[in-house]
């Protein structure tokens, strides 16, 4: 299987996905951020309807160290240039994020839900999820690391960035970035029109065990991206993780999406249309 999963990547002139075999969900051990990844570069413009985040992809706020055991990659300066709308709509359906950057925080540092890392190496089968620890992949404290471009990147919450921009317990989420979408972008707690409080993905496990077949063996416990599944109704938010809420910038109301403390925690779709500044360029 492993000869025929290299050869179809080679076909496809594309690097071949890793071989993994694991199947069961552990604990993620996050790499302490005590390093400083050099000298950030961001800003953000907006003419027009237009609303264009340039950086380097450098963060201001400590990282982990690269390479570590789960990652090998070292982060390096790019080439960012990414551009959003500032008047968003709903697109009349959902758009899935497969492929592309799902957003940018507004330190310039891209979001991205999904992994490269998938059981047996079969791309599109079974996609291990980040935060689900069945593979080591060297996240630090920031729920980051970095792509084999030296890009670094978050699957999760921003931790250091919420510091910087003052994220409290208590207190609406300051703003922490942008989808691609155009829609806003905040941090675990916000106001539904109630006040403000902790914000609730609506994702819960599958019950049971996983199908026979082509699929892994075990239960449905987190391992897996398929092992989830959005229930209307059981959280606070819809199925690509947002809401219409009341913010600081939005007194008067907006559609917008949370990174939540549960999966997904970063969205996996958009409710209007992506930019097509975050489609991932192949290398």
Known sequence: MLLAVTAMAQREG??????HVATESAAVRLVPANETAGPPKA???VSGTTRTIRSNGIPAHRVGTFPNRGNPHTITPQDYAFTVTTEPAPAGRTTRSRRWLWGVA?????FEAPT??????????WNYDALGGAVR???DANHAHVQRTGAYH????PTGLMQRLGWKADAHSP???WAADGYPVYAVTGDLGNGVRKIRSSYRLKPGARPSGDAPDGAHDGAFVQDWQYV??????DECNGAVIRSPEFPDGSYAYFITEGYPFVARCWKGTPDPSFRKRRR
């Not at 490269?116 to 791309?123: D, K, L, M, P, V």
């Not at 978050?154 to 919450?157: E, F, I, N, R, T």
């Not at 209307?232 to 938010?237: E, N, Q, Y």
């Open 14 to 19: 594309r690097r071949p996905a890793r071989f």
């Open 116 to 125: 490269a890392e998938f059981w047996h190496g079969e791309r599109g089968g």
């Open 154 to 157: 978050y699957h999760a919450l």
């Open 137 to 139: 992949l060297g996240l």
């Open 175 to 177: 703003l922490i970035g």
């Open 106 to 110: 507004v330190n310039g540092v891209p």
């Open 232 to 237: 209307a109704g059981s959280g606070d938010l």
């Open 43 to 45: 800003s953000i413009e």
